[in-house]
């Protein structure tokens, strides 16, 4: 939900405008020396290393905006005092992470993830050890960036895109007869790059929300930043009740959260598709870092109906075997709003696009194509009836109706999935 700026935001954005006219009417300083935090142990801050790693810098970097002020990372670590983010500007995404060191548990499945991640970094940077049992701060931020680009990369095989499909002057997008619009900008047709800033503590995270958001909320937040076109996810490992703290299960959350910000932004965001999709997607990419990890969407005042069942193969099989209780497709693919919608519609959403994935790759290009960047002649938004707009783009992409639906995905589900 995206919420008007509070009047706190606006002072801090006056503050900020005068501290930027203050400092252009002073000579710049002897650059200052860097606090050892801020020298990552593993590239040393040498450019040579960054640009092997594929990071374009270690910041000051561009964070978004208050009103019409854009904010930098600079801003907010002034703002966040005595909290030590780590700031990393990759291809496709500007991150800030403040995260503790995380000693990796003796379980062989994490420490097998951790140690294959790692040896991947140790690729491009070196002086990583790939077996490492430790993850210091530093480690963690190069593992998110790592993440984040993984999920990019995933999201534009699954669309059929490359980086040179979209428009890369965001100033010159002009209206072309006949040509398929793309959006406004080159990441995924955003203007520009999606933002991760993840926390430590709760209250330097709802700190942050309130000055810069103009809202206070105990949950992972995603905004949309419209005068910089750019897409944020923030979240602190205190929120869910403390189960972020485990490392697998917000790099889960990250993936839930991230991949629902790739699908927003993608031919550029001007309205919200349906809560099946967006939701569905979601669980799909998360499940995919481990299943036994989920997240939920949910309002502050409407907690998600969430369970430990992490199993969906055989629990889907069996509500679709037994007759079980959950929303037919007609119905689930209307919803608006994710406040109401059962554990039981969870696994269902997440089962029924996992479903439309499995078949050829051009049908689900075809269908996010149709219902995700709508436009009129004059490349004006349209979002008029979106749910017609979804039913259609079904019957076009994969030759079925919205009555047909259930009875097809019913019969994959129970040739695919386990009993148990």
Same mark, same amino acid.
């Given at each position: 939900?995206?919420?008007?700026?509070?009047?706190?935001?606006?002072?801090?954005?006056?503050?900020?405008?005068?501290?930027?006219?203050?400092?252009?009417?002073?000579?710049?300083?002897?650059?200052?020396?860097?606090?050892?935090?801020?020298?990552?142990?593993?590239?040393?801050?040498?450019?040579?290393?960054?640009?092997?790693?594929?990071?374009?810098?270690?910041?000051?970097?561009?964070?978004?905006?208050?009103?019409?002020?854009?904010?930098?990372?600079?801003?907010?670590?002034?703002?966040?005092?005595?909290?030590?983010?780590?700031?990393?500007?990759?291809?496709?995404?500007?991150?800030?992470?403040?995260?503790?060191?995380?000693?990796?548990?003796?379980?062989?499945?994490?420490?097998?993830?951790?140690?294959?991640?790692?040896?991947?970094?140790?690729?491009?940077?070196?002086?990583?050890?790939?077996?490492?049992?430790?993850?210091?701060?530093?480690?963690?931020?190069?593992?998110?960036?790592?993440?984040?680009?993984?999920?990019?990369?995933?999201?534009?095989?699954?669309?059929?895109?490359?980086?040179?499909?979209?428009?890369?002057?965001?100033?010159?997008?002009?209206?072309?007869?006949?040509?398929?619009?793309?959006?406004?900008?080159?990441?995924?047709?955003?203007?520009?790059? /999606?933002?991760?800033? +993840?926390?430590?503590?709760? $209250?330097?995270?709802?700190? =942050?929300?309130? #000055?810069?958001?103009? *809202? &206070?909320?105990?949950?992972?937040?995603?905004?949309?930043?419209?005068?910089?076109?750019?897409?944020?996810?923030?979240?602190?490992?205190?929120?869910?009740?403390?189960?972020?703290?485990?490392?697998?299960?917000?790099?889960?959350?990250?993936?839930?959260?991230?991949?629902?910000?790739?699908?927003?932004?993608?031919?550029?965001?001007?309205?919200?598709?349906?809560?099946?999709?967006?939701?569905?997607?979601?669980?799909?990419?998360?499940?995919?870092?481990?299943?036994?990890?989920?997240?939920?969407?949910?309002?502050?005042?409407?907690?998600?109906?969430?369970?430990?069942?992490?199993?969906?193969?055989? /629990?889907?099989?069996? +509500?679709?075997?037994?007759? $079980?209780?959950?929303?037919? =497709?007609?119905? #689930?693919?209307?919803? *608006? &709003?994710?406040?109401?919608?059962?554990?039981?519609?969870?696994?269902?959403?997440?089962?029924?696009?996992?479903?439309?994935?499995?078949?050829?790759?051009?049908?689900?290009?075809?269908?996010?194509?149709?219902?995700?960047?709508?436009?009129?002649?004059?490349?004006?938004?349209?979002?008029?009836?979106?749910?017609?707009?979804?039913?259609?783009?079904?019957?076009?992409?994969?030759?079925?109706?919205?009555?047909?639906?259930?009875?097809?995905?019913?019969?994959?589900?129970?040739?695919?999935?386990?009993?148990?």
């Amino acid at each position: 939900m995206k919420l008007v700026h509070t009047a706190v935001a606006w002072l801090l954005a006056l503050a900020m405008a005068g501290a930027a006219l203050a400092q252009a009417a002073t000579p710049t300083p002897k650059e200052e020396k860097l606090p050892k935090w801020r020298i990552d142990p593993y590239t040393r801050n040498e450019p040579e290393a960054l640009a092997k790693a594929g990071y374009v810098s270690f910041g000051p970097l561009p964070f978004g905006h208050v009103g019409v002020n854009p904010v930098q990372s600079s801003h907010i670590d002034e703002f966040s005092q005595f909290v030590q983010i780590l700031w990393i500007e990759t291809r496709h995404f500007r991150l800030g992470i403040n995260l503790p060191k995380w000693t990796v548990p003796f379980d062989p499945e994490t420490r097998a993830k951790i140690r294959k991640e790692l040896e991947r970094l140790a690729e491009k940077i070196p002086r990583i050890d790939p077996k490492a049992k430790v993850l210091d701060p530093w480690l963690r931020a190069h593992l998110f960036a790592q993440r984040v680009e993984d999920i990019y990369d995933e999201f534009q095989k699954l669309s059929g895109t490359k980086d040179e499909d979209w428009p890369q002057d965001p100033d010159k997008v002009v209206i072309s007869p006949g040509a398929r619009y793309m959006g406004q900008g080159p990441f995924l047709g955003m203007k520009d790059k /999606y933002l991760l800033l +993840l926390w430590d503590k709760e $209250g330097s995270h709802r700190g =942050f929300m309130k #000055a810069y958001l103009g *809202r &206070d909320s105990r949950f992972g937040q995603r905004w949309h930043f419209k005068e910089t076109s750019s897409l944020l996810y923030t979240v602190s490992i205190e929120s869910e009740e403390g189960r972020l703290k485990h490392d697998t299960a917000l790099h889960g959350n990250v993936a839930f959260n991230v991949s629902q910000n790739l699908l927003d932004g993608f031919r550029f965001y001007s309205y919200d598709l349906p809560v099946w999709i967006r939701e569905g997607l979601g669980h799909w990419f998360e499940r995919r870092v481990d299943p036994k990890w989920n997240t939920f969407d949910q309002n502050e005042g409407s907690p998600a109906d969430m369970k430990n069942t992490w199993k969906w193969e055989p /629990y889907t099989r069996n +509500l679709v075997v037994t007759g $079980g209780k959950f929303a037919p =497709f007609a119905e #689930a693919f209307t919803w *608006r &709003d994710f406040g109401k919608i059962t554990f039981n519609d969870h696994v269902a959403i997440w089962s029924r696009i996992d479903w439309l994935l499995q078949q050829e790759p051009e049908r689900w290009q075809n269908f996010l194509f149709e219902i995700k960047g709508r436009v009129t002649k004059d490349w004006k938004p349209d979002q008029e009836d979106l749910v017609g707009a979804t039913r259609e783009a079904l019957q076009k992409a994969y030759g079925f109706s919205v009555l047909q639906f259930d009875q097809k995905w019913g019969e994959w589900v129970r040739a695919t999935y386990p009993a148990q």
